[in-house]
Nanobody, 114 residues
Framework: VQLQASGGGLVQAGGSLRLSCAASGSIFSIDAMGWYRQAPGNLRELVASITSFGNTNYADSVKGRFTISRDNAKGTVILQMNSLNPEDTGVYYC?????????WGQGTLVTVSS
């Protein structure tokens, strides 16, 4: 499974961004897909995930502001980020679980200015 992420950029606090991730290769039987982020000096952390059945999980810090969705047939996952704040700054990584393995996309940088 190969993952291609896009949609990062620079935005002012209170603004919105939409991250997209497209899977290619063996996209059938992908289980969970999700987004992780890593801020400078911090460990990579889960932002949001979604199973193939549509069950979602969010980090407490983004609940009510971020929405994750996916299209199983296309192998895409979207992260809609609203009401962004500077603490959301970091490199965002797309991930997909399949066959007990986790696949990672390249990161996309999100910078939120105050």
């Amino acid at each position: 499974v190969q993952l291609q992420a896009s949609g990062g950029g620079l935005v002012q606090a209170g603004g919105s961004l939409r991250l997209s991730c497209a899977a290619s290769g063996s996209i059938f039987s992908i289980d969970a897909m999700g987004w992780y982020r890593q801020a400078p000096g911090n460990l990579r952390e889960l932002v949001a995930s979604i199973t193939s059945f549509g069950n979602t999980n969010y980090a407490d810090s983004v609940k009510g502001r971020f929405t994750i969705s996916r299209d199983n047939a296309k192998g895409t996952v979207i992260l809609q980020m609203n009401s962004l704040n500077p603490e959301d700054t970091g490199v965002y990584y797309c991930a997909a679980d399949r066959g007990g393995l986790r696949f990672w996309g390249q990161g996309t940088l999100v910078t939120v200015s105050s």
